[in-house]
């Protein structure tokens, strides 16, 4: 029998023994968003900005500057107190764009599932990419990666976990390589540290059958991973992520239950230790804001274990953490306009990536950097590139993107399982220029 039939053999058996018991969909919205309405607001200062994100009766969906260059911001309201918020801070400059929110998530849901059912009896297990028509929950993405694993035993390591969540779910590693020397160059891939964005985790998965399977046939994979190891971390945020399919499907951070106040949750991409907690830079000490910052730098386990993840696997020349939506290429800094070190690489390689990845199907994916968007400390590209995750690096400093997907706001963070392919396809070509340049010429630290 033939090799690649074997393979595929495995991963059906794997997949059939974790999704055959299934008598029921496990998506059940619990959260009602009645009443609230999404706003398009533009603002004309940063203190405008800095109210708009930070106040707990507001919930930011996207940032950006239109081709005018006027600053905009999306933002939903979670009580009438929120659109007091929204008339004082922006007033006229304010448009609805969803007047109900609830009627508008139903009409989602209500496509999302007739597709994901539409002929699903037909579907045959050959098709490489089936797996990519759906969104799936937190235990059918662990049957993947432990099916990836297995069918590849020479190319892919699985770790079950590096650690566990606040609500005890593990959180595994995969490592991709036939690298054998213990300082080949490595490459982090973070995923769904934002509950709600789906499409980042369905995307880390599509890249990482993608370097699997094309390392067979691919010289330019193959050549990658024989010298050079990339790794994944699927979930950044399980507990959240597991939360978006029984409870609030918008639901942001993670699951702590906070000593202060009645609301949950920290948001873990301002938890990290670079400018924590900075005043002004788009966080907030209110545990009911949805970016709070937690207690402390690294109070949370999701960041303490990818922190110690990150420093035991050096040296690490390159990480991206994938986000949606707005289709952006994000690189240092997001707290000050003041050019990070290697600026011109830097800005080379996510220009690099944009002109790649619009060459797949014509999408554009905006590069600049961070703080162009809005100010924000605590993240985890940030981090991947400051001095307290690069001391120890071996003379290396990981250089640091976000990565926002797909779209620029029709679907946002409830993106249609039809996009889940190309989304996947576009950037894994850009993951794979994003390999080349940085196991090459990887930057110097300090």
Known sequence: MALGLIRLLIVACALNCCLGARTSEPYRRTTSYSGQRVFSCQVTSASELANLTSDPRLDVWKAWRNEQGDHLVDVRTLSAQGESVVEEVAGRRCRVVIPDVE???????????????????????????????????????????????????DLVTLTP??????????????????????????????????????????????????LVENFETNATVRELLSRAEVHILPFLNPDGYAYTWTGDRLWRKNRRVNERGNCLGVDLNRNFNIRWAEPGGGSSNNPCSEVYHGEAAESEPEIEHTVRY????????????????????????????????????????????????RSVHGQTYLSQPGMDLYVTVGTSSDWYFSEDANEGNLGFRCAGYTIELRDTGRYGFILPPAQIIPTGQENYEGLVYFLQQFTDSPLPFP
Request: hydrophobic share 40%; net charge negative; proline share 7%.
């Open 103 to 153: 009627a508008w998530m139903k009409e989602q849901e209500a496509s999302m599932f007739s597709a994901q059912h539409a002929g699903r009896s037909e579907r045959r297990v050959s098709r490489k990419l089936e797996w990519f028509d759906d969104y799936h929950p937190y235990e059918d993405i662990i049957a993947f990666y432990t099916a990836l694993a297995a069918s590849h035993p």
């Open 161 to 210: 976990s590096i650690g566990q969540s606040i609500e005890l779910r593990p959180m595994p590693a995969v490592r991709i390589t036939q690298a054998t020397s213990p300082t080949a160059p490595k490459v982090l891939i973070t995923c769904q540290i934002h509950a709600r964005e789906w499409v980042s985790g369905s995307t880390c998965m599509f890249m990482a059958q993608q």
């Open 310 to 357: 990150f420093k035991e696997h050096r040296p690490l020349v390159g990480g991206i953490d994938y986000h949606s939506y707005s289709q952006l290429i994000l690189r240092p800094w997001g707290f000050t306009l003041d050019p990070p070190p290697h600026e011109a690489q830097l800005k080379a390689v996510g220009d690099g990536m944009e002109e790649v990845i």
